[in-house]
């Protein structure tokens, strides 16, 4: 009961779980770990925001507050860095079908308005896994996480698709 307390007590009076010391070593953790100065803000938010969704759910809080968000800190920072390399590699695939490599741009624009009908032709499951497989870039886990729906589940829907579409664009003859 006790320790409940003195825990309560870390932070100020106003409800906010982080002490300044506390912020400040989560702000440090974020820097070192790449996070640049505009987003360490949104990072300590993240970190109090985790720590009073814990006490809501009803779990006890940390037995040193300050260690579990530096850690906290350090996963957000890695996970800072994978998003940012997914965009990267979502504006370098953007940035390749921009670049007319061997059809001219009337022949992209086809092909584009193409695919845009293909897809619009598709069921809404299928087009929504192509969609962020291929356009938003998430691993088959990462769309099974964000639909709640299993891996398998994913995977099926995506090879149904892609073979539906792909048979769209041969009988339009675009392919």
């Not at 825990?7 to 982080?18: S, T, Y």
Request: proline share 5%; glycine share 8%; hydrophobic share 40%.
């Amino acid at each position: 009961m006790l320790r409940r307390k003195a825990r309560r007590a870390q932070g100020d009076q106003h409800g906010d779980p982080l002490d300044a010391d506390q912020e400040r070593r989560v702000r440090a953790v974020l820097a070192l770990g790449g996070v640049p100065q505009a987003d360490l803000p949104d990072g300590v938010q993240q970190v109090r925001l985790r720590l009073l969704e814990r006490a809501a759910s009803g779990q006890e809080a940390p037995r040193d507050v300050s260690a579990w968000a530096a850690v906290v800190a350090s996963r957000l920072a890695m996970d800072w860095h994978r998003a940012k390399r997914r965009q990267e590699r979502l504006g370098e695939r953007l940035a390749s079908l921009r670049q007319p490599d061997h059809a001219s741009g009337e022949d992209n624009r086809l092909l584009s308005v193409a695919v845009a009908r293909g897809l619009d032709g598709l069921p809404d499951a299928q087009r929504q896994i192509l969609v962020l497989r291929f356009y938003a870039d998430l691993p088959v886990r990462g769309i099974a996480e964000e639909l709640g729906i299993p891996e398998g589940t994913v995977k099926s829907r995506l090879h149904t698709a892609v073979r539906a579409l792909r048979a769209r664009l041969h009988e339009d003859e675009v392919v």
